[in-house]
């Protein structure tokens, strides 16, 4: 049966006001060292329902990986509070273990020197698992993911691709309610990466598997999560939809026009030329002030064109902008499109 978050249908994951202070040594001198105080996360506040695919962004350092280990029990917080799945995670580790599926991209539990076939038995054992179930779930997983030509290969000889498609299979076969995945694409190549996004669509789709995602690859947060939060210096600085994202901070497109013949910058009312290549103009406007059919007929009007196309901003660039916007010096961040 499909997993279920929970029976009184409360959020699968709270953070209130959570923090997590380390205490490094500094050097001070020749033999002194001197002790400070780091935050890597610092006040983050949000809730996870049951069902969603949360995407969670951060450049390195930022406090994502920290999250993560304090909302699955690996870390204690020095302030605030955690519940996942309903449960604390420190005091209540080895239940929430078998409703949670973690798979961590650097970090293997499979066993090395078995064959897939044998590590997904052994955690039949491990999880106790109803035998039907799992032999069910295996047979799922395997065919999903192509797994099949790998089941009697030691997981040492497998690719780097093959390998986390194993993790994930491994993270799911007892039906966890929630799955915590970090980082689960870093090096794949471009199939193994179609392969592991299409099936955790499916997952959550067909299962109502909730998702938490951290990752570099923002790619992956505009290809399967409708709802993205950004972190930077311990504090979550924007929690909204991808789509809301986009409108708040993608206020600028461009229109690429291929000209007859090379010209000059063209002058159109409400766009201004970012970049002149040949025949080639790219021209920048403010979806906000003007609208792409008034750009394009302004083009039009003053040139003879070739071939056009309109670019809408870049996911990257817009998350790179959100990085170095000035923060206001509370800390409370950006909560654009916010999610209650």
């Known amino acids: 049966m499909p997993s279920q978050a929970s029976s009184q249908n409360r959020p699968v994951i709270v953070c209130d006001s959570l923090d997590r202070t380390f205490t490094v040594r500094h050097r001070a001198g020749l033999l002194r060292r001197r002790r400070v105080d780091v935050a890597a996360v610092a006040g983050v506040s949000f809730t996870v329902q049951a069902g969603e695919m949360v995407g969670y962004l951060g450049p390195n350092g930022a406090g994502k990986s920290t999250t993560i280990k304090m909302i699955t029990g690996i870390?204690?917080?020095?302030?605030?509070?955690?519940?996942?799945?309903?449960?604390?995670?420190?005091?209540?580790?080895?239940?929430?273990?078998?409703?949670?599926g973690v798979v961590f991209g650097q970090r293997t539990q499979l066993w090395w020197d078995l064959p897939l076939a044998d590590s997904f038995e052994l955690l039949h054992h491990v999880y106790r698992t109803d035998r039907r179930r799992h032999d069910a779930n295996v047979a799922t997983f395997v065919e999903l993911l192509n797994l099949g030509p790998f089941m009697a290969t030691p997981v040492r000889q497998l690719s780097l691709g093959q390998r986390m498609r194993g993790e994930l299979t491994a993270a799911l076969l007892h039906d966890p309610a929630l799955v915590v995945l970090d980082e689960p694409t870093i090096g794949l190549d471009v199939v193994s990466k179609h392969a592991v996004r299409d099936f955790?669509?499916?997952?959550?789709?067909?299962?109502?598997?909730t998702v938490l995602l951290t990752t570099h690859d923002l790619d992956d947060v505009e290809r399967l999560c409708q709802r993205m939060m950004i972190i930077d210096h311990g504090r979550v600085i924007?929690?909204?939809?991808?789509?809301?994202?986009?409108?708040?901070?993608?206020?600028?497109?461009?229109?690429?026009?291929?000209?007859?013949?090379?010209?000059?910058?063209?002058?159109?009312?409400?766009?201004?030329?970012?970049?002149?290549?040949?025949?080639?103009?790219?021209?920048?406007?403010?979806?906000r002030e003007t609208t792409a059919a008034a750009v394009v007929a302004g083009v039009v009007a003053v040139a003879a064109v070739h071939d056009l196309s309109i670019e809408e901003p870049d996911i990257e660039e817009l998350v790179h902008q959100v990085y170095t916007a000035p923060r206001d010096p509370a800390g409370d961040g950006d909560r654009s499109g916010t999610v209650p």
């Not at 204690?76 to 949670?100: A, H, M, N, S, W």
């Not at 955790?200 to 598997?209: A, F």
């Open 200 to 209: 955790l669509v499916e997952l959550n789709r067909d299962r109502g598997t």
């Open 238 to 287: 924007h929690d909204g939809s991808v789509d809301g994202f986009k409108a708040t901070y993608g206020t600028h497109r461009r229109v690429v026009v291929d000209l007859a013949e090379p010209a000059a910058p063209l002058t159109v009312p409400g766009a201004s030329v970012e970049k002149v290549d040949g025949p080639r103009q790219w021209l920048s406007f403010d979806r």
């Open 75 to 100: 870390l204690t917080p020095t302030g605030g509070r955690v519940e996942t799945l309903g449960l604390e995670p420190i005091r209540r580790r080895t239940e929430l273990t078998r409703r949670l």
